[in-house]
């Protein structure tokens, strides 16, 4: 090969090498500090200020790579994660990503590689069966699913589509979100994203699900005032406590006064592939749009994000800009669905080849099976927690995170975190809940196993 390109042959070579590296750090990432170590800067002050004007050799890369770049990483796939909700992973969607970067396509239109859009038009619409969501959700339907980076995409994307069909009957300056004093951050950066000017943030009950009397009250007020209730975000499983809204009272209400209804899954979405959990999504035949994340807890690495809605039209007219650049047959014969119309970006990745490696890999027994381990983790978790006089949990706990608190109090129980994260063993993040601090326990890393939470069990209990 001429030039300065990587040769077929050596791609090979050095793929196989980087595939062992990718295996051996999976294989021996419990032995490394859950969180990284290093101080701020010392990841930059150790390589170079300027970019390498030559040619390096691939084997000091590699070097740079293990010494300078790894002891910077904090490692979310290790099984003592506990912290943040996962950014899970798996072999199958680790080669699916591989695949879909060695293959390189743009999928923004049908035309620029069909495979890319007709295979993720298959694997959304396989996700409303395996997850029991609404029918209509299936591109057979008139409505549909598309894979976006983030369910903050997604709250943006429906905040947007919401503003325009309202604004076409009321001001601007009238349209008003809701939304509860748990619902993720990303709805209000929406908000400010998408131009509302107004929004209210809804009292939650003493499970942190929105007090539906509260919302009734504030619409009614804002009705009242000449404003117009135009956005109301529900979650199946909020941030601090996977709390749930009652979707489907929340819908109604919405619905009486022509809002646009949201819901976001991001995490427990997953959980839905098995049945028993379904109870908690009841109301989704009312809703507008729905989101969640392959790339939490379902064994698919970030970025893969589902996006949903009722009704595709007000979706694509909301999105669609057709520049003479873009302009293809088969778009003109509107046969086809051309993702870019589905979002914000143009460009976008081929990440349906990795969802589907991991569907298939798995097939649904396989991610419910994993899915109830992680749940009945922590459910033994909590009773520990709870039979013990020194712990109180603090909130509901229907899924795989349980949220607890030192019974001495907001201090014993920071005090508690950062002792069992200064080990460096366990990564676990502390939060907040109005006057309560409290430990938020997060189950749910691919190779969790029941040692992985007896140990920290054991660590919490000589701890306290
Ligand atoms: N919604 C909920 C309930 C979340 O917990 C999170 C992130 O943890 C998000 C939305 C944002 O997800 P993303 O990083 O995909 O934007």
């Known amino acids: 090969m001429s030039g300065y390109h990587m040769s077929p042959d050596e791609f090979r070579q050095r793929g196989h090498e980087m595939v062992d590296w990718v295996a051996d750090y999976l294989t021996n990432v419990a032995d490394y500090p859950v969180n990284s170590q ?23 890369v ?32 680790l080669l699916g990503e591989m695949v879909a970067a060695g293959l390189g396509v743009q999928g923004m239109l049908w035309s620029t590689s069909p495979a890319a859009t007709e295979l993720e038009t298959v ?6 069966d395996l997850l029991d969501l609404p029918q209509g959700w299936k591109t057979t339907g008139p409505g549909g699913g598309v894979i976006q980076m983030s369910a903050s995409d997604s709250a943006h994307v429906a905040m947007v589509t919401a503003r325009e069909l309202a604004s076409t009957a009321a001001p601007l300056d009238s349209l ?27 009292a939650t009950d ?22 117009t209730p135009t956005f109301v975000a ?54 507008d749009s729905y989101t969640f994340n392959p790339h939490k807890w379902m064994f698919t690495n970030f970025d893969c ?39 914000v970006p143009l460009g976008r990745r081929f990440r349906s080849l990795k969802l589907w490696f991991v569907l298939r890999h798995y097939g649904a027994e396989g991610i419910r099976h994993h899915i109830r381990e992680h749940v009945a983790l922590a459910q033994g978790l909590a009773k520990r927690l709870s039979d013990d006089p020194r712990f109180e949990l603090v909130a509901p706990h ?16 920071l005090r508690l975190a950062a002792d069992l994260t200064a080990t460096g063993r366990v990564s676990l993040a502390p939060t907040t809940l109005g006057d309560t601090t409290a430990i938020r326990v997060s189950i749910g890393q691919t190779n969790t196993t029941a040692e992985n939470v007896d140990v920290l069990w054991a660590m919490i209990d000589e701890m306290s």
């Open 398 to 413: 229907p899924f795989s995170l349980v949220v607890f608190r030192h019974s001495d109090g907001n201090e014993a129980t």
């Open 123 to 128: 694997v959304v619409d396989w996700m409303v």
């Open 176 to 202: 008003v979100v809701y939304a509860s004093d748990q619902t993720h951050s990303s709805v209000e950066k929406g908000a400010r994203i998408a131009g509302f000017s107004h929004m209210r943030i809804i």
């Open 305 to 343: 994000n589902l996006y949903y809605v009722a009704d595709r039209k007000p979706l694509i007219d909301a999105m669609s800009i057709l520049p003479p650049y873009l302009r293809n047959e088969a778009t003109l014969s509107g046969e086809v669905i051309d993702y870019r119309d589905w979002h």
């Open 38 to 60: 290093v101080d701020p800067g010392a990841v930059r002050n150790a390589l170079p200020e300027t970019p390498p004007e030559h040619p390096e050799p691939f084997e000091d």
């Open 206 to 227: 003493d499970t942190f699900a929105m007090d539906t009397d509260a919302f009734a009250t504030q619409v009614a007020e804002d009705r009242a005032a000449g404003l």
């Open 62 to 93: 590699v070097r740079d790579l293990n010494e300078i770049v790894m002891p910077g990483i904090t490692h979310w796939q290790s099984p003592n994660w506990f912290s943040y909700f996962p950014a899970n992973s798996s072999g199958p969607s």
């Open 234 to 287: 529900a979650s199946i499983g909020t941030t601090a406590t996977t709390a749930v809204d009652p979707v489907r009272a929340i819908a109604e209400i919405a619905r009486r006064e022509g809002m646009w209804v949201h819901v976001d899954a991001a995490y427990a979405g997953s959980a839905m592939i098995c049945p028993e959990f379904r109870h908690h999504q009841d109301g989704l035949d009312l809703v």
